[in-house]
């Protein structure tokens, strides 16, 4: 695949994997995004999964019509990317192995230190000259990893950004580049939103016009759309002005109060309104919903004087992911002492700039005509009447 006359794609798609990183549902795969720059000097950027390293090679090798390569730059060093360095050093013995002082570390710890041979380290600001192309390196720790950097190059304007503005799925996938980069990058990088306004600040000094990440597709289009939900997400400002609601429930009735409350939020007006049954939906789809929408409620039963595991394992994925400029709202439900608002506001405590609605809804075993008035006056206050 051409993206630019000399510089090619050489990545891989992954449509047998089912679970990202152990733990992210996939249902569209993944790819594992390889780029070749021809030039006087010959540049690999990054490898791929250990599975595709034999398919890697042979683009490698068409595009190049079996000429070695000068050059492999090491992005990133998770294994999905870093996988084929050791190979690609055997094939290519003559080759350069591009990285930082952290990645090298890192590429030892891997593949033992008499793997690379040849290795150029790399400074923030060094640049790497190929001929007419020249790549400038934009370090970016932890975005997600401490040995993360970037490359920028002159001519295309391009910019090689790591895992920085990847998404979930194979290319060629027919879906939303949002929804799946939204997941994605609450999944994988939204604890480190500070880190990520850094690099965004150092990219605004460059005139890009191309983005090619290690997941996802190469942006060309409509930049500063994709830039823009980055610094939202890194900012941990709301996305839409709406209301999320995620519930747990046992036996239907904390559901039935949760989708009570949806419908008198649409009654009201208030048109973005999204609900899910953290036990039957995905997480990470929810935890990024919980960052997408500027109101969240939570609902759950009280379960042996804590909340349900689902509703539990929801509020850690959050307050592990810096959770903070949010309105949040409560549902508890319970049959003899119901502690769970209480276990939640206690969970939230350490987020920055929560706003606890006044209204709180507590449920006594079944919705009742005493809970169902509490319901219509949550969703007034989360409508601002």
């Known amino acids: 695949m051409a993206l630019y006359d000399n510089i090619k794609y050489v990545g891989v798609n992954d449509h047998a994997i089912d679970l990202f990183e152990g733990q992210y549902t996939v249902k569209d795969g993944m790819s594992y995004n390889s780029y070749l720059i021809t030039d006087e000097k010959c540049a690999v950027t990054d490898t791929v999964d250990a599975y595709f390293i034999g398919e890697w090679l042979e683009n490698i090798d068409r595009e190049l019509g079996g000429k070695a390569p000068d050059y492999l730059i090491v992005h990133h060093m998770e294994p999905d990317h870093s996988a084929g360095i050791k190979a690609f050093a055997e094939k290519y013995p003559s080759a350069v192995i591009v990285g930082n002082k952290k990645i090298f570390a890192m590429a030892d710890a891997f593949f033992g230190a008499d793997a690379i041979k040849n290795r150029l380290e790399m400074n923030e600001g060094d640049t790497l000259s190929l001929g007419e192309h020249t790549l400038t390196f934009v370090f970016a720790p932890m975005v997600h ?73 190469v942006l060309t289009e409509n930049l500063g759309h994709y830039i823009a939900l980055y610094d939202k997400w890194s900012s941990y400002q ?13 036996y239907g009735h904390t559901a039935k109060a949760a989708k009570m409350l949806a419908d008198e939020l649409k009654k009201l007006g208030c048109e973005s309104v999204e609900i899910a049954d953290l036990a039957r939906s995905d997480m990470a789809e929810n935890i990024a919903n919980a960052f997408k929408y500027s109101k969240l409620v939570l609902a759950t039963v009280t379960y042996n004087s804590d909340v349900f595991p689902h509703m539990r394992t929801f509020i850690d994925g959050l307050t592990e992911r810096s959770f903070k400029n949010r309105t949040v709202a409560f549902i508890e439900n319970g049959s003899w002492a119901p502690v769970a ?18 209204a709180a809804v507590t449920v006594r075993s079944a919705v009742n005509d005493a809970s169902a008035e509490q319901i219509k006056n949550l969703a007034k206050e989360l409508c601002g009447e």
């Open 238 to 250: 709301p996305e839409t002005d709406g209301v999320f609601i995620a519930y747990s429930s046992v």
């Open 341 to 358: 608002v209480k276990v939640m506001q206690k969970k939230l405590a350490e987020c920055k700039n929560i706003s606890f609605a006044q």
């Open 145 to 217: 990893w401490p040995e993360v950097m970037m490359s920028y190059e002159s001519t295309e304007k391009i910019l090689f950004s790591a895992d920085g503005f990847g998404k979930f799925g194979a290319l060629g996938t027919d879906e939303k580049w949002d929804d799946e980069a939204r997941r994605y990058y609450f999944g994988i990088v939204g604890k480190y939103g500070a880190q990520v306004q850094a690099v965004l600040k150092k990219a605004a000094a460059l005139e890009i016009e191309a983005i090619c990440p290690l997941h996802g597709p």
